[in-house]
């Protein structure tokens, strides 16, 4: 499932790409815009009451929750989402691009050097070219996303 979220919801946006989920977000995105993403296959994730009823409730959910661990629960107990382990961390928090493994010696001068003496598995997003190493996501665990998400 491939989700969009509105200006009102980054920090959902950015938990469901930790979880591995293809989420756009664009925070200066205008409501025609947002509601057009749906026409690529996408469940629109909305705050905004406005959006009720304009379209079909599988296609637009409106989030309840004001707070956003609670959001992601929200989310996941009514799509009934089973993250699948193989895709955490996969993918940027950032803009969305998908993560790819790169080497040691290609994050030199591109990490802290404190990160670079500690840490020798790193991967880069291949849509902003940020680079992530273990601990750099907001979570780093299995069990911490348990906790968080309940999932
Ligand atoms: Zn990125």
């Not at 956003?68 to 699948?84: F, S, V």
Request: hydrophobic share 40%.
């Amino acid at each position: 499932m491939r989700f969009a979220a509105d200006r009102m919801l980054g920090k959902l946006a950015k938990s469901l790409r930790m979880l591995g989920y293809d989420t756009l977000y664009f925070s200066g995105l205008s409501n025609g815009k947002f509601l057009a993403l749906a026409n690529d296959g996408r469940v629109l994730l909305s705050r905004n009451t406005r959006f009720v009823g304009k379209m079909a409730p599988d296609r637009l959910i409106f989030v309840e929750a004001n707070d956003p661990k609670m959001q992601i629960k929200e989310i996941i107990r009514l799509l009934g989402l089973k993250p699948d382990a193989d895709k955490l961390f996969s993918r940027c928090t950032v803009c969305n691009g998908l993560l790819e493994a790169v080497e040691p010696e290609d994050v030199v001068g591109r990490v802290p050097d404190h990160i670079v003496s500690c840490h020798n598995r790193y991967s880069e997003c291949k849509g902003c070219a940020r680079i992530y190493w273990p601990g750099s996501h907001l979570v780093r665990s299995r069990e911490e996303i348990t906790r968080l998400f309940g999932v």
